[in-house]
């Protein structure tokens, strides 16, 4: 499996997406999953935000763009054909104010490219190009934002993510998110972080399976999977 992993906290060993990414890792080479594994430190090599030129680059048509256009899609080019070139994608961050670390949301940018990894059908609908590939969101959050807590309705980031890749052509991400951790007691952290832990630890037997049957079982997997972290 060759599997993009990638990072998006500012913190470095006080992570705890950061860890919980890794242990993920972990979980599925002791599924005896044969991984390649393409690694990403948004924080330390972060994509640059849209600017003027990115904008009329990135909608010029390629016979069009001139040699400083392509200069400036040349990081985006190069970071839409690592996320192609992948079977999986675990994308590791924490909540920054109810949504996603700004690098993130540059590196969404980045790799959002019609005529790359989403396409315009004969009917004009869109096609997103990275259908089919395995997508796991790994996310910390300092408050409690599951269904009936006072925080719920302040999630932004599930949404957001949901929405970004929906378009890229991901219809059943799955999240495994670490909640509450900075506004809790040290119990309630420990016990976030280990509920966690039991998820991805499920996640990665799903993910082990053979092809032939996580074809046909994905779905209810995810849908499992995702039942058991909403409650």
Avoid at 24 to 52: G, Q
Avoid at 86 to 91: C, E, G, P, S, T
Avoid at 122 to 146: E, M, N
Avoid at 192 to 220: F, G, I, M, Y
Wanted: glycine share 4%; with cysteine.
């Amino acid at each position: 499996m060759k599997l993009m992993h990638v990072d998006a906290s500012a913190r470095r060993e006080r992570s705890n997406s950061r860890a919980l990414s890794r242990y993920f890792l972990e979980c599925l080479r002791a599924e005896h999953v044969n991984l390649e594994v393409d690694y990403l430190d948004l924080s330390a090599n972060p994509p640059a935000h849209v600017d003027e030129a990115f904008a009329i680059a990135t909608y010029a048509p390629p016979h069009e763009r001139t040699p400083a256009m392509k200069a400036r899609l040349a990081a985006s080019d190069a970071l839409c054909q690592r996320v192609l070139a992948a079977d999986a994608l675990v994308f590791a961050m924490p909540m920054y104010n109810w949504s996603m670390p700004s690098v993130f949301k540059a590196f969404v940018d980045a790799i959002s490219r019609a005529g790359v990894t989403y396409a315009h059908g004969p009917d004009g609908a869109i096609v997103g190009q990275l259908a089919g590939k395995k997508v796991l969101f790994i996310t910390s959050r300092g408050a409690d934002l599951r269904p009936g807590s006072p925080y719920a309705s302040m999630d932004a980031l599930t949404p957001a993510l949901k929405a970004a890749f929906a378009f890229l052509g991901v219809a059943t991400p799955t999240f495994v998110d670490a909640q509450p951790l900075q506004f809790a007691n040290q119990e309630a952290r420990a016990e976030a972080l280990e509920r966690a832990r039991h998820e991805l630890t499920a996640v990665a037997a799903s993910w082990a399976k053979p092809a032939s049957n996580a074809n046909t079982q994905d779905a209810a997997s995810y849908q499992d999977i995702d039942s058991e972290i909403a409650q």
